[in-house]
């Protein structure tokens, strides 16, 4: 048996404890007795902990009597966690037990409280979308990937927002079992198997500017008008009268990227637009975002989404 551990505290989110779990329990279904999952749940507070929803919720053990080693050590998310101080009880509780893990990680906000621990440092994460950059701000050392579905390094699996979680489960049933066990759990729980990419992280790319007249804001509008176009830092500091050097370094400061990053970005999230919402052929949407051949989108697909743009697309029509 493999034994799968959750993490409960206050105010955490209960659909993401419910939803993980109940793929390892669906999984124990189609399993050969002894071959599946023991799920233990862990409070780091005492009962009943309320979960943002209201919910009352008890462990099955605290941190001092949990049974170690996990084979799958988990933490949920919650809506304060964000913003909230770190809590050293559990820092340290997951600083002894994730050495003993075979692997371990978080759904939605969980990834910071494993920032906390350091255990994000040098490792590509994933968060709820909304909470992306503020992740990569406060723990400046983890590489957050701002539009993936959930994201493997070594040991750490990290999911995008709540329900992602239960597709990274569904990937670790997988990995344990094979894709028809998987598969199975995914009909019975009645969700779509191995969701890829970015598919999930509903949030676009991008964001406006604080202020729609600053010199950010008018070259990410420039740039998304004229999306099919080929831009350079001359070009866009021609946009705003400055000269590039001082643009570059202005738009880099206000918008937390570069411009190359940024107009990157901006024709991924053209592409994902039409590639979701139209039936363009996909090297008409190659041309019409700016990426100028159908193979060079497919590589840039491939590197940030992890998903070429046929798969991008397939997921949205398994879906419907």
């Given at each position: 048996m493999?034994?799968?551990?959750?993490?409960?505290?206050?105010?955490v989110?209960?659909l993401?404890v419910?939803g993980?779990?109940?793929?390892?329990?669906?999984a124990?279904?189609?399993?050969p007795?002894?071959?599946?999952?023991?799920?233990?749940?862990?409070?780091?507070?005492?009962y009943?902990?309320i979960?943002?929803?209201?919910?009352?919720?008890?462990?099955q053990?605290?941190?001092?009597?949990?049974p170690?080693?996990?084979?799958t050590?988990?933490i949920?998310?919650?809506?304060?966690l964000p913003?909230?101080a770190?809590?050293?009880?559990?820092?340290?509780w997951?600083?002894?037990?994730?050495?003993q893990a075979?692997?371990?990680?978080?759904?939605?906000?969980?990834?910071?409280?494993?920032?906390?621990?350091?255990l994000?440092?040098g490792r590509?994460?994933?968060?709820?979308?909304?909470?992306?950059?503020?992740l990569?701000?406060?723990?400046?050392h983890?590489r957050?990937?701002?539009?993936?579905i959930?994201?493997?390094?070594?040991?750490?699996?990290?999911?995008?927002?709540?329900?992602?979680?239960i597709?990274?489960a569904?990937?670790?049933?997988?990995e344990d079992?094979?894709?028809?066990?998987?598969l199975?759990?995914?009909?019975?729980l009645l969700?779509?198997a191995?969701?890829?990419?970015?598919q999930?992280?509903f949030?676009?790319?991008?964001t406006a500017s604080?202020?729609?007249?600053?010199p950010?804001?008018k070259?990410?509008?420039y740039v998304?008008?004229?999306?099919g176009?080929?831009?350079?830092v001359?070009r866009?500091a021609?946009?705003?009268?400055?000269?590039?050097?001082?643009?570059?370094r202005?738009?880099a400061?206000d918008?937390?990227?570069t411009p190359a990053?940024?107009v990157q970005?901006?024709?991924i999230d053209a592409?994902?637009?039409?590639l979701?919402?139209?039936?363009m052929?996909?090297?008409?949407?190659?041309?019409?975002?700016?990426?100028?051949?159908?193979?060079?989108?497919r590589?840039?697909?491939s590197?940030?989404?992890g998903?070429?743009p046929?798969?991008?697309r397939?997921?949205?029509?398994?879906?419907?």
């Open positions: 493999k034994r799968v551990a959750i993490v409960l505290f206050p105010n989110q209960s993401d419910a993980p779990l109940d793929v390892f329990a669906e124990n279904r189609f399993l007795e002894g071959d599946g999952y023991e799920i233990v749940t862990i409070g780091s507070a005492p009943p902990i979960a943002s929803n209201g919910m009352p919720l008890g462990a053990y605290s941190l001092a009597d949990a170690k080693p996990f084979d050590l988990l949920p998310g919650g809506p304060s913003d909230a770190e809590m050293p009880a559990l820092t340290q997951l600083l002894q037990a994730v050495p075979r692997r371990y990680g978080s759904i939605c906000t969980g990834a910071f409280i494993l920032g906390h621990a350091g994000l440092d590509q994460a994933a968060t709820h979308w909304s909470h992306a950059r503020q990569a701000d406060r723990f400046p983890a957050v990937e701002p539009d993936r959930y994201v493997r390094d070594g040991a750490l699996m990290t999911s995008a927002g709540v329900t992602a979680g597709d990274m569904l990937a670790l049933v997988a079992h094979g894709p028809s066990i998987s199975a759990v995914a009909k019975r969700v779509v191995q969701r890829q990419g970015g999930s992280q949030s676009p790319y991008l604080a202020d729609d007249d600053s950010v804001a070259v990410q509008r998304m008008e004229h999306i176009e080929p831009f350079s001359e866009l021609d946009v705003v009268a400055m000269s590039p050097r001082t643009f570059a202005v738009f400061r918008a937390k990227v990053e940024f970005r901006a024709r592409a994902r637009h039409l979701e919402g139209s039936e052929v996909i090297k008409a949407v190659a041309y019409h975002c700016g990426f100028g051949s159908a193979a060079r989108m590589l840039i697909f590197q940030r989404l998903v070429t046929t798969q991008y397939d997921s949205f029509r398994k879906d419907a």
